[in-house]
């Protein structure tokens, strides 16, 4: 951890790394800088991505910046960052010249109001009536407090484009539904603790619900694809008879999984490689996903093994981040319609070309006519088929990886079907009969045992005994495991007493975190992850072995080694 001064300004930040491939930036002391500061941080980081940083993650008390260790050192991107924070100091100070320290501190210029129409307490806000009474207020006066502020964009988190706002009145602060509900409608405006937001997209949510607008969020196709930005400020109002007609869940014409799978952007299908005969348990179109938009609310997502992606293009001569197949726990059955190379990585899953069986980690050719057919995938969990060219789907956000959990991306937003037809990108010359080197074969014929961690930002929370537990207990993988995240069976891990009851201000969080639940269990964030988070991360996997996770399976046995 160090410390950081802002040029002529009497305000110090801190740079800590939370992880091996992100830092949080943070003033020293909360009183000495208001969450303008956060904001103007994340614009000038945002502008350095993605060729320095992959993200920039404001919250309401500090800014997650993540990287890739491999191309830039930690001392390297600390120092990057002292130097935004230090030429952010120098214009400021300039530019409040005659001003106080304090006056300094607030923004010269504020961003103009949005307006939020929305329609409060009925079928639309079913949590009201409720809230009146557990609130001691009428539903009008509750309507009342919450049209009145102007609020402010802390930042955007939970699913692309939800708002986490400022400024809800102390009046109206109440707990979260102590059972979440499983489906939340599209522009549901809801209430948790002293914060208030707006649900982009139809999912899962615990706030307490009082209205609805007809706003669309988050449209990924769109050249601005979140409807409120971090620093964004916007009033509620009151309205009836809106139009929810046009509202969807975050997605837009070009994607939306509701058109006719026979078209495909006007794309002549003739054209296709590849038919799905049997998708297997679920298999999506990824690559390596989209890194920089995660103050959005997107997670990077991509290929849950990055490796094993980028080895099978590497073997066919595409470039690493070409689009491929991703199969998960059972493989799939596929014919080709042209002729292709092609090759599986991954853990072993049994390929066989007509019936005959072929070796994972090798390319062959394909003709016309071939069947591909892969079992159960074995030891870990997922396996990939490569194309020669990579799958053509379109982009949206700059990938054509599939986000499972927003419903866009890939091939309609979802997972393959039975019938899909798949194109491959430009052919490119072939390489040949490829293989991959003996010690990455011999690695994936074993299951993953142990992972490396380094202390997470909330290490200091527990007890010394848990944090020696880190690395003494065998863990468990449940059977709650995804692309989102995997819950870990072990005992339970404690807090220092001073933290048992210290709630974490909701954060962003990187890839291959280890959040502690309040009951003391480990789920290790993943690929499709929410950004933010609030509950505290003890540890977090490092980088070069986050391509594991995506092959740990459930009831698997798991160790940690905790790096210093």
Same mark, same amino acid.
């Given at each position: 951890?160090?410390?950081?001064?802002?040029?002529?300004?009497?305000?110090?930040?801190?740079?800590?790394?939370?992880?091996?491939?992100?830092?949080?930036? &943070?003033?020293? /002391?909360?009183?000495?800088?208001?969450?303008?500061?956060?904001?103007?941080?994340?614009?000038?980081?945002?502008?350095?991505?993605?060729?320095?940083?992959?993200?920039?993650?404001?919250?309401?008390?500090?800014?997650?910046?993540?990287?890739?260790?491999?191309?830039?050192?930690?001392?390297?991107?600390?120092?990057?960052?002292? #130097?935004?924070?230090?030429?952010?100091?120098?214009?400021?100070?300039?530019?409040?010249?005659?001003? /106080?320290?304090? @006056?300094?501190?607030?923004?010269?210029?504020?961003?103009?109001?949005?307006?939020?129409?929305?329609?409060?307490?009925?079928?639309?806000?079913?949590?009201?009536?409720?809230?009146?009474?557990?609130?001691?207020? /009428?539903?009008?006066?509750?309507?009342?407090?919450?049209?009145?502020?102007?609020?402010?964009?802390?930042?955007?988190?939970?699913?692309?484009?939800?708002?986490?706002?400022?400024?809800?009145?102390?009046?109206?602060?109440?707990?979260?539904?102590?059972?979440?509900?499983?489906?939340?409608?599209?522009?549901?405006?809801?209430? *948790?603790?002293?914060?208030?937001?707006?649900?982009?997209?139809?999912?899962?949510?615990?706030?307490?619900?009082?209205?609805?607008?007809?706003?669309?969020?988050?449209?990924?196709?769109?050249?601005?694809?979140?409807?409120?930005?971090?620093?964004?400020?916007?009033?509620?109002?009151?309205?009836?008879?809106?139009?929810?007609?046009?509202?969807?869940?975050?997605? /837009?014409?070009?994607?939306?999984?509701?058109?006719?799978?026979?078209?495909?952007?006007?794309?002549?299908?003739?054209?296709?490689?590849?038919?799905?005969?049997?998708?297997?348990?679920?298999?999506?179109?990824?690559?390596?996903?989209?890194?920089?938009?995660?103050?959005?609310?997107?997670?990077?997502?991509?290929?849950?093994?990055?490796?094993?992606?980028?080895?099978?293009?590497?073997?066919?001569? =595409?470039?690493?981040? &070409?689009?491929?197949?991703?199969?998960?726990?059972?493989?799939?059955?596929?014919?080709?319609?042209?002729?292709?190379?092609?090759?599986?990585?991954?853990?072993?899953?049994?390929?066989?070309?007509?019936?005959? @069986?072929?070796?994972?980690?090798?390319?062959?050719?394909? =003709?016309?006519?071939?069947?591909?057919?892969?079992? =159960?995938?074995?030891?870990?969990?997922?396996?990939?088929?490569?194309?020669?060219?990579?799958?053509?789907?379109?982009?949206?956000?700059?990938?054509?990886?599939?986000?499972?959990?927003?419903?866009?991306?890939?091939?309609?937003?979802?997972?393959?079907?039975?019938?899909?037809?798949?194109?491959?990108?430009?052919?490119?010359?072939?390489?040949?009969?490829?293989?991959?080197?003996?010690?990455?074969?011999?690695?994936?014929?074993?299951?993953? *045992? #142990?992972?490396?961690?380094?202390?997470?930002?909330?290490?200091?929370?527990?007890? @010394?005994?848990?944090?020696?537990?880190? &690395?003494?207990?065998?863990?468990?993988?449940?059977? @709650?495991? =995804?692309?989102?995240?995997?819950?870990?069976? *072990?005992?339970?891990?404690?807090?220092?007493? #001073?933290?048992?009851?210290?709630?974490?201000?909701?954060?962003?969080?990187?890839?291959?975190?280890?959040?502690?639940?309040?009951?003391?269990?480990?789920?290790?964030?993943?690929?499709?992850?929410?950004?933010?988070?609030?509950?505290?991360?003890?540890?977090?996997?490092?980088?070069?072995?986050?391509?594991?996770?995506?092959?740990?399976?459930?009831?698997?046995?798991?160790?940690?080694?905790?790096?210093?």
């Amino acid at each position: 951890m160090s410390g950081h001064p802002l040029k002529n300004i009497k305000i110090k930040f801190k740079v800590q790394e939370c992880s091996d491939h992100s830092f949080t930036i &943070a003033a020293e /002391s909360l009183d000495s800088a208001d969450h303008y500061w956060v904001i103007q941080l994340h614009h000038r980081i945002l502008a350095l991505i993605p060729q320095v940083f992959l993200n920039s993650h404001p919250a309401y008390e500090n800014l997650m910046v993540s990287y890739n260790p491999v191309n830039l050192p930690s001392s390297e991107g600390r120092r990057i960052i002292e #130097e935004v924070i230090s030429a952010l100091g120098s214009s400021e100070a300039a530019s409040a010249e005659n001003s /106080s320290a304090s @006056e300094a501190l607030k923004s010269p210029e504020k961003a103009p109001i949005k307006i939020i129409p929305v329609i409060y307490g009925g079928v639309y806000g079913p949590d009201l009536p409720d809230l009146s009474k557990s609130l001691d207020k /009428s539903e009008a006066e509750i309507i009342g407090l919450h049209t009145r502020p102007t609020y402010e964009v802390a930042f955007l988190g939970f699913a692309p484009g939800f708002p986490y706002l400022k400024g809800l009145d102390v009046g109206l602060h109440c707990p979260r539904k102590a059972t979440p509900r499983l489906k939340v409608a599209a522009g549901s405006v809801g209430l *948790a603790g002293s914060q208030t937001g707006i649900y982009p997209q139809e999912s899962p949510g615990g706030w307490q619900l009082i209205g609805r607008t007809p706003i669309k969020l988050f449209d990924p196709a769109a050249a601005e694809p979140s409807f409120l930005q971090p620093g964004d400020r916007l009033l509620f109002q009151a309205s009836q008879n809106l139009n929810f007609e046009e509202s969807r869940s975050g997605k /837009s014409e070009e994607i939306d999984s509701s058109k006719d799978k026979s078209i495909d952007l006007s794309k002549d299908l003739s054209l296709a490689t590849l038919e799905i005969l049997s998708p297997g348990f679920l298999s999506s179109v990824q690559d390596f996903g989209r890194p920089g938009f995660a103050h959005l609310g997107v997670s990077a997502g991509g290929a849950a093994d990055s490796f094993a992606l980028q080895e099978g293009n590497r073997l066919l001569g =595409n470039s690493e981040n &070409a689009a491929a197949i991703e199969m998960t726990a059972t493989g799939a059955t596929f014919r080709f319609l042209k002729p292709s190379w092609g090759c599986l990585t991954g853990s072993s899953s049994s390929p066989r070309q007509n019936g005959h @069986e072929i070796s994972m980690w090798t390319t062959y050719s394909f =003709n016309a006519g071939d069947t591909l057919q892969i079992g =159960n995938i074995e030891q870990g969990l997922r396996s990939y088929l490569c194309l020669q060219g990579g799958i053509d789907v379109p982009y949206v956000l700059g990938s054509r990886s599939t986000f499972l959990a927003a419903g866009w991306g890939g091939l309609y937003g979802r997972a393959l079907q039975t019938g899909d037809l798949l194109l491959v990108d430009a052919p490119i010359a072939t390489k040949g009969f490829q293989r991959s080197p003996l010690k990455i074969r011999d690695a994936y014929s074993l299951p993953v *045992a #142990e992972l490396s961690v380094t202390r997470g930002p909330q290490w200091h929370w527990f007890t @010394e005994d848990s944090q020696q537990n880190i &690395a003494r207990f065998e863990f468990e993988v449940s059977t @709650e495991c =995804n692309r989102l995240g995997l819950r870990l069976m *072990a005992p339970p891990f404690a807090r220092l007493k #001073e933290f048992q009851n210290k709630e974490l201000p909701t954060e962003g969080v990187a890839n291959g975190s280890l959040q502690i639940t309040p009951s003391g269990q480990v789920m290790i964030l993943f690929c499709e992850q929410q950004t933010t988070g609030g509950y505290p991360k003890m540890a977090c996997i490092r980088f070069s072995e986050l391509s594991k996770i995506g092959q740990l399976r459930p009831g698997q046995k798991l160790r940690f080694h905790v790096v210093a």
